[in-house]
């Protein structure tokens, strides 16, 4: 008979058993689910709710289960429904009837809801841990790079130049964002459901505080309804996993198209790369492919469960049990795609003359020249125009701006002397980009000893 048969006159169809059972996937939380009982059973047990000799009792046979499930010597059933009432059913057929007082003053609403963000709190500082593995990997390679020119881009189209770190940078910018919202995530998730029961807390004189602090939460949750009917924190976590996807999906798309021969800016690793069945020549970005398709992945886990929730009255409804598959993809992808995405990143050759000959064209120094103009006088919007003209002269006679004579600069315009030709050099113009936040190396040092500081302040 089923945990909660007393008020039942059938056994439940089998096509319903299966249907309704979620062991198959929340099999995952026995950790935390034993945790949070024995954290409920020595509460009880302080509080005076149920006697000292069985609050010893059930805490000792949930430690046995535990060890035996790790063990792989217990069978968890469809039967028994779900993690909490598989243990449960352990515990009893173990102990007897004082595993049977262990369900005193909770239901499976708070239960499930204390074992989800146990269990999320734990995953979040180990996305966390590897997302500052990557931040490492793109320091270092970008340290290698600060005098590496190539060319920035907007709509696709050559646009001014920078050096490869301060691109990588850009990206090391995007996860320090990334980290500090797992942060936040997990400092909003500190809370503990448990003692909400089934939605309306209890008569019993139970000590929340007690069990909050022994499970490691800052406080209970203030309301019982919201404390067993809250998934935010699942959707947040979400939400910061898809847009950390979304990051890395950006960065992947980038890898492919620098590894195309048509940019060639970087060559992929062997060991993580693919070939073709079919032509013999091919060497594909297959990983970086796959990491851009996994974040829709991401995406649908996020849209998935903001569907199932919303509209859904308080408090606990069943459409609930669909959190955990969502979520535990979720994890589970952005975990595979992490330490493969700094692999990738770690081991890809930058071809750095690529970059240079790509930036050499496009007229990426029309900027700096109108920079030169207005520098000698000229209001900027005129030098703009003047260097549109001069540009448009260079296309029709097939020269790029630093190929033309003095004396056809200055027919352009008078202000035009000798050093325009170092002001048009790249590497100058990169290096005479040090505003805050350029791609100067005065700048890219300084974004590297930041992130280089956020990562120490987290791993000490
Ligand atoms: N397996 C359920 C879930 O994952 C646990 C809570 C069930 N509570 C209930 N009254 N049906 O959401």
Known sequence: MKLWGGRFQKETDTLVNDFNSSIQFDARLYKEDIQGSMAHAAMLADCGI???????????????????IEAGKVELTAENEDIHMNVEALLTARIGSAGKRLHTARSRNDQVAVDLRLYLKKEILEIRNLVLHLQKVIVEKAKQHQNTVMPGYTHMQRAQPISFAHHLLAYGAMLCRDVTRLEDCLERMDECPLGSGALAGTTYPIDRMETAKALGFRAPTSNSMDGVSDRDYALELLSGLSILMMHLSRFSEEIILWCSWEFKFVELDDGYSTGSSIMPQKKNPDVAELLRGKTGRVYGDLMGLLTTMKGLPLAYNKDMQEDKEPVFDAVDTVKMCLPVFAGMVETMRVLPENMRRAAGKGFINATDCADYLTKKGMPFRDAYTTVGKL????????????ELSLAELQQISPLFEEDVYEALKLENCMAQRSSYGGPAISETQRQIETIEAFIAQRTK
């Open 50 to 68: 149920i006697s000292q000799e069985d609050g010893t009792a059930i805490i000792e046979g949930l430690k046995e289960i535990l060890a035996d």
């Open 391 to 402: 540009v448009y002269y260079c296309t029709e006679q097939g020269k790029l701006l630093e």
